[in-house]
């Protein structure tokens, strides 16, 4: 297991203010067992990853299903400066409230433990999180960026579903997208 990964240097987790779009990601240590599980699993604080929609709201892939739920207010990293069009942000928004009532994918973890083990079944079965009928959080945030036309993995055939909050925190980190860095 790799050391633990704590939030970038220079981000204030206090009073943060919501988005001023749709479509902008965060990323949060999350609750609950699922949420502990995957920090652990991938030394992390980053836990749980969530899609800002507008008016206060958030679209976020929790068990047992993709729900609309309160945004978070404090202690949680938005990604506002990622470089989206307004049309990019709004599809992407548009996509997450598109996935609300979908089901949680609980059968990624077993494969998550597996990749952070650096195991190579995690190469053979990784398409099979590619069902657009199962989601987990970081999967959910990828896809939605990736239909909206801003995949955040190059090379990717669409979307890979299959990415950790950590993942998404660290390529946020990499490319500045998170403002107060």
């Given amino acids: 297991m790799t050391d633990f990964q704590f939030p970038p240097e220079g981000i204030n987790l206090i009073d943060i203010p ?5 479509g902008v990601w965060g ?3 999350g ?10 699993l991938t030394a ?17 892939a929790t068990w047992p299903k993709v729900r609309l739920s309160p945004a978070p207010t404090n202690n949680v990293i938005w990604a506002t400066g990622q470089p989206l069009s307004s049309t990019q942000f709004d ?7 598109m996935l609300v009532g979908s089901g949680y994918d609980l059968f990624v973890y077993p494969f998550l433990a597996a990749a952070v083990a650096s195991a190579t079944i995690t190469r053979r079965v990784s398409p099979l999180f590619n ?4 989601w987990d959080c970081s999967g959910l945030i990828e896809h939605c960026d990736a239909v909206a036309g801003a995949p955040m993995f190059p ?6 579903h299959f990415v950790t909050p950590s ?13 107060g860095q």
């Fill in 167 to 179: 993942q998404l925190m660290t390529l946020g980190a990499q490319k500045g997208w998170f403002q």
């Fill in 155 to 160: 090379g990717d055939a669409g979307s890979q």
């Fill in 31 to 40: 609750q609950g067992p699922i949420a502990s599980l995957i920090r652990h």
């Fill in 18 to 22: 919501f988005p001023s779009n749709a």
């Fill in 27 to 29: 990323v949060c240590p």
């Fill in 44 to 60: 992390s604080w980053a836990g749980h990853a969530v899609m800002y929609i507008g008016n206060g709201k958030i679209v976020e």
């Fill in 91 to 97: 599809s992407a928004g548009r996509v997450a409230r």
């Fill in 131 to 134: 069902s657009d009928r199962w």
